[in-house]
Structure formats: structure tokens, C-alpha cells
């Protein structure tokens, strides 16, 4: 029977605790779970900065260095699927074009890295505003088209010929840096080297991490479940729906962003495959494959993606095999790595209380 | 006194098709008016034009002297007016303390126990609204619209989905509710006879027009409303 046909009885009346608003942030991220996830977050930079001490094997520290700068563009794609039911495929926008950004500023401004650097993330947040007040207004599918066409229309952009003094077009620009020009006080080797430009990479992943989480956690990110949900039910409960998804989206590319300025630094190189459609799809399948239901997820994908394209690119059927490891994970883990791990540890977790593990 | 909400030659057109056409009605602080009328007769269109979900093709809406017709849906549940839909529409995957909470939140309500407890929904609080039944759900659905102390509330089919004697009760918690809290309401119901009950005032809406606006007793003995519609629910 409904509650709301029962009579109120004696039981609830003396059951009932003190007033539901007085009870500790429901609504939001309370200071003491802010203050031990940013302690974990203190641990878990310094432990990874130690990385390269364990990984002497240039290769493979390559292949870190690399999968966490895709990680931080795979979070930040994953942030924005999580929280607002929004799967773009345009973010190579942000992250080619704060790339883009930054080579142009060093290239023909003569720029430091450090202001090329905050130019670039600057630049691709700008984008984002830009881009994001357009493709928020419709959801689904078309908003999946929507950042797909944005982002190739980018990367036509790039490779026009009228603009090959700016943009270097099909080729590409290689990024000259000053001379004594440093980031972070590394010079250009340093920041080309993996082990060196590491905790630049870690440092980034773990910063963006705790911001997409603090995000995630506080009332905003309520509000933005909430309009995932069911918009029309959270503009009827008094809230604007529009804004909180454009923020959601220029966090995000913010984001994807410092992602995309980490690759141009560490490659010095930029080409229009950063702002293309492979480069769209490498990010997506990393958080797919990594799963999106946790923060940490998608940087797994990145991580294995990165080091399977290795493997496969061996054999000569990169995209071959890069499709069937997909389908494999979409059918078998179609809550991607993270997503089977957290299950495995709730039936576990549910078992052991002998409360059931969730389904 | 003067009236909370008003409805000016309301008229919402869906291409060639007239759903509301040139519908008026008044409500005052506190009174509960029941809309009723055959499938079709266009009170859920009736209900969108009120609430904003459609743009009306004629006339005005006057939410306390206030001329709201342009303004959009959050401002007008910012500023006094809420409403509950004909299919339950709830946060299915967000527990039921976080979607109150979050309205509350934004209209400032500071006794949201009284609605919890009115309701019945305390045992549930920490439970996901797809996790609890449909009856609770609408339960969920009618607290969303009267926390906050709007001052009108939208209620389409709050009984739809319940069975009959439960949408009787929902009804009479209604009542019961708005009158303590001071509320006015729109009802939409099929329930005739439960509208007949809590109602103050009936508008009967017969192919998108009124065909009669009155007391309920006298909307019931109205010969027009029971050759078209009553019959003999009379």
C-alpha cells in the first residue's frame, strides 16, 4: 500500500529524528569526506611520482607518460558522461586546439612555454564556452553530432592550405622554443623525455582528478545527476538547466585542454591528428574501456589503450585488433575495467556482511 | 480577494489542432480547483499552458497580479508556482532525501518534515526512488511540488496509476495539505466524484472549451455537462 494512503501512526511520529535539513550535507561534499579525499589525493601523487624510479625501461615509461596525458582527456570526456548523460566526440577540439594554441603563441609570438602554455589552456576553455553553447541545447545523439561535426570542422580548419603560415596545414607545426626558455625549470629535452616530463603529466592527472571529483561531489554535481535524470523534473524543482551543463562542459574541456597543451609540449609537435576524428575516437574507446561510472576509470583505459596500441601496431592489424579488444570490452565489461572491479567488490563486500551484493 | 493565479483566454494550438481554446479561469489563495472533462478535452494541455511547458498561442497567464506568460518554468517555481505531472516524474536513480532536499534548497522551504511525515515518506528517505513503489512515487512527485510553500500548485492526475480508494486518500492529503500550507491548486482528475468532494470551485472542459465553471454542486445539476460528459455519474 502507498505511504501516502496510510495514516500516520504512533511508530514514525516517535521514529522521526531531527529535521531532515539539519542533518549533514546530503546535498553535497561535506568538508570531512573533502578533506580525506584530498589527503588520498596528496598520497596518491606522492606515491606515482616515484614512478619512474621502478620503470627504468624508456619504452614503457613512454608508454605512461603518454597514457596519462590521454587519461586526463579521457577523464574529462568520462567527467561529462558520468555527470550529464553527454557523449562528445569533439573534445579533440579543446585538446588539438589548446595544442594548436600554444605551438602558434610559442611559434609566432615568440612566447614562453609557461604563457604558451596558459594561452593554450585558456584558448581551448574558450572554445569549450563557445562550442558548449551550442551542442548543450540538445542531448543524445545529436549532441554526439554535434561535437563530431565541431571537431572535424576544427581539423578542416587546420589543414587549409590559405592558412599553412599559421597552422603548418597537413604537415603540422614543429614548436620552437626559446632560447633558455624552461617550464617548470625543465628545458625542451627534459620535457621531450618521459622520465623527465612525468611528474609534469602526474602532477596534471591528479590535480584535474580532484577537481572533476570535487566537482562531482558538491551540490553542482548533484544538481547536474539531477538534470541527467530528468531535466524537465529539475526545471520544475525551480533550477536553470542550461547553465550548470555549460559549466559541466567547459570544465570538462578546460580539462581536455591541459591535456592537449601536455601533448604539444611533450611532442613538440603539433598536427591536425590532434584535432581529428581517430584522436576523438582513441579517447572515447580508452573511456569506455576503462568505464566511466568512477573518476579513475577512464585514465585505466588510457593507460591499457596506450599500451595495446603498441602491442597491435606490432603486428601490422592495429585497427583489427583495436576493434575486437573494444567489442570484447563493451559485451564482456560493459561497465569497463573499473566498473567490473567496483561490482567484484560489492558482491564481495555483500557477501561477507551477508547482505547481498548489488546485482 | 484577490485571485493567486489567472488564466486569460488560454488558447495552445498544436498545428491545425485547438487542445485549449480560449480558456479562463481564476483561483484564489487556498481554493482548490478541480478541472475536469473527457479524454481529450484538453486538460493536460490546459495544465502545460499554466505551467510554461508550452508557449501559448493566446492569452495570459497572472501568477499574483503578475503577468508570467513569458517566463520560464524554473522562474515561475522560483516565484510560486509548482507542479505535479500525469506520469510520475521523479529523480529515479537519486535518493528521496537529495530530490527534497534539492527542492527545498531552492525555494527556501524550512519544514520539509511536515510534508515528509504528511506524505509518508520518512521510511523511505534513504532509499533510490526506483527502488521504492509507484504509489511512493507519486507521493515523491506531489512532495516536489508543495515543498517550498508555492502558492499555487499544478497537480495533472495526482491519483493516475493508484488504485481507487488510494487515489480517494491522495486526494483528501491534498486537501488536507493545502489547506494547512495555504496552498491553491489546479486539479486534474478523473475521479470525478473525489473532484466533486475536495474541491472549491469546477471547470469542466468539453473539445479544448469551457462548457461550465461553477461550484461543484452546481456543475453537477449543470444539463450541458451531463449530456456531455457526466451522464449518469450525475
Known amino acids: 500500500m502507498p505511504a501516502v494512503i496510510e495514516e500516520q501512526n504512533p511508530s514514525k511520529t516517535e521514529a522521526k529524528d531531527a529535521s531532515v535539513l539539519d542533518r549533514p550535507a546530503d546535498l553535497g561534499l561535506s568538508r570531512r569526506r573533502l578533506l580525506r579525499g584530498l589527503i588520498v589525493a596528496v598520497v ?34 568520462g567527467f561529462l558522461i558520468r555527470l550529464s548523460g553527454l557523449i562528445s566526440l569533439g573534445h579533440t577540439a579543446f585538446y588539438g586546439g589548446a595544442a594548436y594554441a600554444l605551438a ?85 629535452s627534459d620535457v621531450g623525455a618521459s ?8 602532477v596534471a592527472i591528479v590535480v584535474v582528478a580532484v577537481v572533476l571529483w570535487i566537482a562531482g561531489r558538491s551540490r553542482f554535481g548533484v544538481l547536474l545527476e539531477a538534470i541527467r535524470e530528468n531535466e524537465e523534473r529539475a526545471r520544475f524543482s525551480g533550477y536553470n538547466t542550461y547553465l550548470p551543463r555549460l559549466a559541466a562542459f567547459t570544465l570538462s574541456g578546460a580539462c581536455a585542454s591541459v591535456a592537449g597543451v601536455l601533448f604539444a609540449l611533450k611532442a613538440s609537435y603539433v598536427s591536425p591528428n590532434t584535432l581529428g576524428f581517430l584522436t576523438a575516437g582513441d579517447s572515447l574507446i580508452a573511456t569506455l574501456v576503462g568505464g566511466f561510472t568512477t573518476l579513475a576509470g577512464p585514465a585505466i ?17 592495429l585497427q583489427l585488433y583495436t576493434g575486437l579488444a573494444l567489442v570484447i570490452a563493451v559485451v564482456f565489461l560493459p561497465g569497463g575495467i573499473s566498473g567490473f572491479v567496483v561490482d567484484l567488490f560489492q558482491r564481495v563486500r555483500g557477501r561477507l556482511t551477508g547482505k547481498g551484493g548489488k546485482a | 480577494m484577490t485571485a493567486v493565479l489567472e488564466a486569460h483566454g ?25 478541472v475536469i472533462g473527457p479524454n481529450g478535452a484538453g486538460k493536460s494541455s490546459f495544465m502545460d499552458a499554466l505551467s510554461g511547458r508550452r508557449k501559448l498561442t493566446a492569452g495570459k497567464v497572472v501568477l499574483d497580479g503578475e503577468d508570467i506568460t513569458k517566463r520560464s518554468v524554473a522562474w515561475r517555481r522560483r516565484n510560486g508556482m ?76 495526482p491519483g493516475a496509476g493508484l488504485a481507487q480508494e488510494e487515489a480517494a486518500r491522495m486526494l483528501d492529503h491534498i486537501r488536507t495539505l493545502c489547506n494547512e500550507r495555504n496552498v491553491a491548486a489546479v486539479l486534474v482528475e478523473h475521479d470525478v466524484d473525489g ?3 475536495v474541491c472549491d470551485k469546477v471547470t469542466v472542459l468539453s473539445l479544448g472549451r469551457v462548457l461550465a465553471s461553477a461550484e461543484p454542486e452546481n456543475v453537477r445539476s449543470d444539463q450541458k455537462v451531463i449530456e456531455a460528459y457526466l451522464g449518469s455519474q450525475a
Request: glycine residues 10%; proline residues 3%.
Open chain 1, 44 to 77: 596518491v601523487l606522492v606515491v606515482g611520482l616515484q614512478v619512474p624510479t621502478f620503470v627504468d625501461d624508456p619504452y614503457y615509461m613512454g608508454v605512461i607518460a603518454d597514457g596519462t596525458v590521454l587519461g586526463i582527456l579521457a577523464i574529462s570526456i
Open chain 1, 104 to 188: 602558434i603563441a610559442m611559434n609566432q609570438w615568440d612566447w614562453g612555454p609557461m604563457q604558451a602554455a596558459v594561452f593554450g589552456i585558456l584558448g581551448g576553455t574558450l572554445l569549450a564556452v563557445v562550442i558548449g553553447s551550442m551542442a548543450i541545447r540538445i542531448t543524445g545523439f545529436g549532441f554526439l553530432m554535434l561535437t563530431l561535426a565541431f571537431g572535424q570542422a576544427l581539423y578542416a580548419a587546420s589543414v587549409l592550405t590559405s592558412l599553412r603560415d599559421v597552422t603548418g596545414a597537413f604537415d603540422g607545426l614543429g614548436i620552437d622554443w626559446p632560447s633558455d626558455a624552461t617550464f617548470f625549470g625543465l628545458e625542451q
Open chain 1, 195 to 202: 622520465d623527465t616530463f612525468w611528474p609534469l603529466a602526474w
Open chain 1, 301 to 317: 583505459g588510457a593507460l591499457l589503450y596506450i599500451y595495446a596500441q603498441g602491442e597491435f601496431a606490432e603486428s601490422g592489424n
Open chain 2, 10 to 34: 488560454v488558447t495552445l494550438r498544436y498545428g491545425a489542432v485547438v487542445a485549449v481554446d480560449d480558456v479562463s479561469l481564476s483561483v484564489e489563495p487556498g481554493m482548490l480547483h478541480g
Open chain 2, 82 to 157: 509548482a507542479r505535479s505531472f500525469q506520469k510520475t516524474s521523479v529523480f529515479s536513480a537519486m535518493k528521496v532525501r537529495t530530490q527534497l532536499e534539492m527542492v527545498a534548497r531552492r525555494t527556501g522551504e524550512e519544514d520539509l518534515d511536515s510534508i515528509i511525515d504528511a506524505l509518508g515518506l520518512r521510511d523511505f528517505l534513504d532509499k533510490r526512488c526506483d527502488e521504492i513503489s509507484y504509489g511512493d512515487q507519486r507521493s515523491v512527485d506531489i512532495a516536489m511540488a508543495l515543498v517550498g510553500r508555492p502558492h499555487v500548485v499544478l497537480l495533472d492526475e
Open chain 2, 195 to 197: 473532484v466533486f468532494r
